[in-house]
């Protein structure tokens, strides 16, 4: 599930995104999904984890209170509700979600070519899961898992301002 957004001449500026991550432990839920929003780089910015029972609409509220006038708001499928796309309606975003489905309204349209804008968050949780104790989920406890997940993306942003000469 993704969500990206976009300004106004269409310059990336943010992208939000929840991958499920299976975790058994007694004190975390089954599974955890955690939410990001990185920027054009796929450097971060917000970071969340929710628990597996947690509705999309939650987390996706969270990521829209950074949306502003003249943005595009872009989500994947998941994200296709009545209330999140009037929330962004509502700050003055366009939205760009394929209806689910099973949609009864008429089809809203929606740009394939900012959709396809939203590879950026993908990429960003692949570098995520190339840091082995993330990837296999060693830590027991959420606030741990979050603490790795803050330190593999400080790792990312200080890589950004690595000189490639």
């Known amino acids: 599930m993704c969500i990206v957004i976009l ?4 310059g990336l500026h943010s992208l939000a995104c929840a991958v499920s991550l299976p975790y058994s432990s007694h004190q975390s839920p089954a599974v ?6 990185v920027d054009g780089q796929g450097r971060p910015h917000h970071v969340l984890i929710t628990g597996g029972q947690v509705a999309d609409a939650k987390p996706a509220l969270e990521v829209m209170k950074h949306i502003r006038a003249g943005q595009n708001f872009l989500a994947d499928r998941a994200y296709d509700a009545d209330a999140i796309r009037a929330f962004a309606n509502a700050r003055g975003a366009t939205v760009t979600i394929p209806p689910k489905s099973y949609r009864k309204a008429a089809m809203l349209p929606f740009d394939k070519r900012s959709y396809a804008k939203r590879n ?3 990429r960003f949780f692949n570098k995520i899961k190339q840091y082995r104790g993330l990837a296999t989920r060693y830590d027991k406890h959420a606030e741990q898992f979050m603490g790795g997940i803050i330190l593999a993306s400080i790792r990312i942003w ?8």
């Open 7 to 10: 300004d106004q001449n269409g």
């Open 158 to 165: 200080l890589k950004s301002y690595e000189s490639t000469a």
């Open 120 to 122: 950026v968050v993908e």
């Open 32 to 37: 955890l999904f955690l939410h990001a929003m």
